[in-house]
């Protein structure tokens, strides 16, 4: 059972399973699930629970090229591997794979202050940055903007999702060495898994 466009209230713990209180479309819905997988960090306060740990925000930019991103004075550096800087950017990579249009994914953390600013201020921001490290920094054809108020955590976990309760579950792009859409879909697997094998134990029993 899939809920699309939803969004959840409230999560209360309640014998064999959990009542979620959600928004659909405008109207107030609420059910009771035999179990539930709440991504972090903000899913934690739906059970009144502070996040667990440190996180800090940070910015994801892609930038789209028609020509192929190359590095000022190391052409033969393959940025598809990423490149590390010592600069405001932090982090650049060139997608795997990439074909025309070429997209070049810039991450910067510590970004709080950053947040606020304008989609277009923060790819002026980037391409300021990136002059001195690529050609043509400026050349690029369209730039998004993803914000992450609570991104990176402080330190990676090698696990792929928490079980906070009997049927309660945390899960999301936190969870992995690396915050990451991939990282999310892992974890949420692994939880969904997890949910599975414990329904049928019980069944079991």
Avoid at 117 to 127: E, K, P
Avoid at 151 to 175: H, M, Q, S, V, Y
């Amino acid at each position: 059972h899939v809920e699309l466009g939803a969004c959840v209230d409230k999560v209360v713990t309640v014998r064999g399973g959990a009542h979620i209180r959600w928004k659909q479309n405008g109207q107030g819905k609420s059910g009771v699930f035999q179990a539930v997988i709440i991504t972090t960090p903000d899913g934690e306060r739906l059970l009144g629970r502070r996040p667990q740990g440190c996180y800090h925000a940070y910015i994801s930019v892609l930038l789209a090229y028609r020509k192929r991103p190359k590095v000022k004075g190391h052409p033969a550096v393959d940025l598809t591997k990423g490149l590390y800087t010592d600069g405001a950017l932090n982090f650049i990579q060139l997608k795997e794979g990439a074909d025309i249009p070429y997209g070049l994914r810039i991450l910067f953390p510590d970004a709080g202050p950053k947040l606020r600013w304008t989609r277009q201020r923060i790819l002026d921001y980037c391409v300021t940055h990136l002059k001195p490290i690529i050609f043509g920094a400026e050349q690029y054809v369209d730039g998004s903007v993803v914000k992450w108020k609570f991104g990176l955590p402080c330190d990676g976990r090698k696990e792929l999702f928490r079980k906070i309760g009997r049927r309660t579950f945390l899960a999301g792009d936190r969870f992995g060495e690396w915050s990451s859409m991939a990282a999310a879909v892992s974890s949420g697997c692994a939880a969904a898994q997890a949910v599975a094998n414990g329904l049928r134990q019980e069944g079991s029993t």
